[in-house]
């Protein structure tokens, strides 16, 4: 799929600067690349998807 690499959890695009985009439980903790996307899978709405802005900071998507 155009390079795309799927592993556990996990989606790479290539060609975006080392983002990543993971899923799991509760709120994200872990260090990322600026841009990189979560999916909260036990999360609600304004919980569900986060946005990282560089390191372990994780901001959640309003209404989603």
Partial sequence: YGGLVVTSNNLDVPGATLTTWRGGNGAP????????????????TGSRLYVCSGSTTWAAVAGV
């Fill in 29 to 44: 903790t872990f260090s990322a690349t600026a841009g990189s996307l979560y999916s909260r899978a036990d999360g609600g």
